[in-house]
C-alpha cells in the first residue's frame, strides 16, 4: 500500500510518515501541489492524505488528477480548524473523508482502515453495526431480530450515517438525506433528530456510537 501525502507541516508531515511506516505503509510526502502533481505522474498509489492550505493552493484541486491516474483512490482531505468553510461542504464528492487538525494517530488510522474497507459509492443491501441490521431493501432496522420502530428522519439519518459508517458525514448530506428542500430547516434540527435516534438506539442496547464531529458532521460506529 503505497499513501501519498501532501502536507507543508514538516512536523506533521514527517508524524504522519512515520506513523504509516509503521504500519507498513510506503509513504510519499509532497509540500507543495506542484511536487504533488510530479508524485502522481510517476507513481501510483493507493490512498492520499491531503493538506489544504499550501504554498501553491488548494490540496483540494489534487483529487481530480489523482483519480484521473487511478479511479477510486480513497482521499482523506486533513483540514485545519479554520478552514471548515463553504467549500469543505462541497467535498463529500470528492474526498472520501476528512480529519480535523489536530488529531490523533491513532483516529487517522482508524479512518484508513474505513476508507480501505468500503469502496466508494457501494450500497450495502444489509449493514450490521453493533447489535443492529439495517436493511436497505426493506427500509428498516432491527435489533437482534426485533425491529426498531423510527420515526422517518430518524431512520434516514440513520441509514445516512450506517452507510458510512466509522466515517464522517457532512452535516449538508445528513441534511440532504432527511429534509426535503420545502422544508424549513433550523440549524439544530438536525441535531436534534440525532440526539432522539441516539437516545433510542442506546435504550435498545444497539451499541452503536454517534459522535459529533464539531462544525463538520456526525460520524457513526460500533461502541468499544
Ligand atoms: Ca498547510
Redesign the pocket.
Known sequence: MRVLIV???PWLAETLRSALVRERMIVDLADHLAAAHEAIAMASFDLALL????PDGDGLSLIEALRAKTPGIPVIILS?RGDISDRILGLDEGADDYLMKPFAIDEMLARIRAVRRRPADVVDEEVHAGKLVFSATNDEASINGVLLKLPRRELRVLAALLQRRGRTVLRESLEQAVFGFDDAVQSNTLDSHISRLRRRLSDAGALIEIHPIRGVGYLLREAP
Open positions: 502536507e507543508d507541516e493538506d489544504r492550505t499550501l485545519a
